[in-house]
């Protein structure tokens, strides 16, 4: 576990020797070279073909660009230093690897690379604020404590650092924004759909092992060689305090299933399948189907490994379990009703096809 990577100084200058003594942030050579990166992206939009131009408007990209700059020159003013988190810091690399792995797949199928990046971007921040409500709404007694003002729940509600993410929120908030994605650039969101999908599990394997930089999504007590055990203050441990399981002046939590890693393993494993079966599939939206249905299913088997969560509404069921549940079903009807549809369009577009005068 290892919540907090690294500690930044934001006031801090670089010596360069002769050429002088510069600030890192605020007016200084982050900002330098972030400008130096907008001015190449949009050399590159100048250059590319007035139909892509059409297709890819630039106001979002550069909305966010300029947000960057703003945060970048304001931080040493608001700030003495920044923390980067371990679950974080995997969100990105996870963001980074499945948008690249997106658009090399895109380049070569023929379709535009900067579709992966502006998907992901679409997909990113609205599965970040679905995945918070969700958990918000799952976990509210914890945010809304009698006694409280209006301003500390306010705080509460937006403190990502202390953790608090549902994946099951963030895919639906995601799926949503992908569709209205997909509407306003005139896609086919099926047949994007099984390309992206791969990357989204590939995302998701890297948010796990944040999980597990983090301390949280923790396992059950386990006697495996490969159980694992979480310093003193992390999650597991105050709750083993607090449950009684171990002294206040123990070293470690017990040993517990790592279902951080097996969440993540299966991910990738699922990633690897979807790619695979990618040009086997027979219609549009197979290769999500799949996904769609068999990750529910590895994610139900892991929850029963988890000591984190308790059984909902009188059930030992978890409330990710109860949720893969709806998700295997609405999977397999999704799947169903694709097959369903594309058998009727062939039938219709056969040559065999006969019509009876009247």
Known sequence: MRSILITIP?????????????????????????????AFWAWNWYRITPADKRRHWPLGDAMIWFLIAAAIEAAPRLLDHINIYGYGAMLL?????????AGRRLK???????????????????????????????????FFVP???????????????????????????GGLAYWLFCRMR?????????????????????????????????GDVSTLPWAITFPRDSVPYNVEIARGLIARDAPFSLPLHPTQIYSSLSSLLLALVTWAYYPFRRTNGEVLA???VCYPVTRFIVEFLRGDEPGRFGTPLTIGQIVSLGLI???????????????RLTALNSPCRTTTAR
């Open 186 to 218: 005139g896609l086919e969101a099926l047949a994007l759909a099984d390309i992206l999908i791969t990357s989204v599990l590939i995302g998701m394997a890297f948010g796990r092992v944040g999980c597990l930089l983090n301390g949280c999504c923790y």
């Open 108 to 142: 070569n199928l023929g379709y535009n690379g900067d579709l992966a990046i502006d998907a992901a971007m679409w997909i990113l921040m609205s599965g970040i604020v679905g995945a918070r409500l969700f958990f918000i709404v799952q976990y509210h007694e914890r």
């Open 290 to 292: 799949i996904g769609w």
């Open 329 to 343: 079903v609405t999977g397999m009807a999704f799947y169903w009703y694709i097959h369903r549809a594309n058998a």
């Open 147 to 173: 006694g409280r003002g209006v301003k500390e729940v306010l705080v509460s509600l937006v403190n990502l650092p202390d953790g608090g993410l549902v994946f099951y929120g963030g895919m639906i908030s």
């Open 93 to 101: 690399a996870g963001f980074a690897t499945a948008a690249w792995v």
């Open 10 to 38: 934001l006031n801090t200058r670089l010596n360069l020797g002769p050429l002088g003594s510069y600030p890192v942030m605020g007016w200084g050579l982050v900002l330098a070279a972030w400008c130096l990166l907008g």
